[in-house]
């Protein structure tokens, strides 16, 4: 597709990777991409043999945000899409990884930080950069962003539209882990392999959970009591049935890996 795609595959460890692929503009995404990925992720959600999702860029770019050609016509169209995009990756209910080499600007920020984790070469430049082109950031990408890096960090990004270097976004936690760029693949590999032969339950409840907490910014107390107590209880009907507790203990005496089957 001479206009840009993203292009997906499943591995046999149940990891999928999702590519952001348009060279000729340093992965930048146009409509049709932004408007792809939402049905691309609830396919994979949908499937059982995913178990984790890697989002990455082709080559040695991550994602220069949106392509700006379709900007011409009004940011407003455009920007719905990303936020449908957005959104969409961070109600993803299974485990991402953002694996960030090169370029990480603009939507491909807003992209990586509804990952549930970021993992960066050493040669990587995150930027928000909505000053530049006089748009408003949408609110949630904003309320996101705050509360991965807090608000002076956030208000550094969004107010200047500079680039910061991978040190400063694992110091500030755009960024969970810096590696050297010729061992990132490797290093994201070996992860997401530990993520898929983890408990999906577990996995599920927690971010299920820390989400929540991340939202209210308090642990979730301000949130809606009768909403909390039913995602509570939602979790522990799905404990008590899946036998999962019993297969990882046994598995734990037995001195062997554990064979969990919950699926999402």
Not at 66 to 89: H, K, N
Not at 190 to 199: I, K
Request: proline share 4%; with cysteine.
């Amino acid at each position: 597709m001479s206009e840009g795609e993203l292009r997906c595959g499943v591995g046999g460890g149940g990891v999928a990777t999702v590519v952001i692929s348009n060279p000729a503009k340093r992965n930048a995404m146009t409509p049709d991409m932004w408007r792809a990925l939402p049905g691309l992720l609830a396919g994979l959600a949908a499937d059982r043999a995913v178990r984790a999702v890697v989002l990455t860029g082709a080559g040695g770019t991550f994602c220069a945000g949106a392509d700006i050609g379709s900007l011409r016509a009004g940011s407003e169209g455009t920007q719905g899409l990303a936020e449908a995009a957005e959104e969409a990756l961070a109600a993803f209910p299974k485990p991402t990884l953002a694996a960030v080499r090169g370029h990480c600007v603009g939507g491909g920020c807003q992209l990586a930080a509804a990952c549930d984790l970021r993992f960066a070469a050493e040669d990587a430049l995150f930027g928000v950069t909505p000053a530049k082109l006089g748009i408003v950031y949408p609110a949630g990408a904003t309320r996101r962003l705050v509360r991965l890096v807090g608000p002076a960090t956030a208000k550094y990004l969004l107010f200047s539209a500079e680039l910061i270097g991978a040190a400063r976004a694992l110091r500030t936690g755009l960024a969970d882990e810096v590696l050297p760029t010729a061992e990132l693949g490797a290093r994201v590999a070996e992860f997401t392999a530990v993520l898929a032969a983890r408990s999906q339950l577990t996995q599920a409840a927690a971010k299920d959970f820390a989400d929540t907490a991340a939202a209210y910014g308090d642990g979730g107390a301000a949130g809606d009591a009768g909403a909390d107590a039913a995602r509570i209880a939602h979790w522990a009907r799905q404990a008590r049935a899946a036998g999962e507790t019993a297969e990882g203990v046994a598995a734990f005496l037995e001195r062997r890996e554990p064979r969990f089957t919950w699926s999402v």
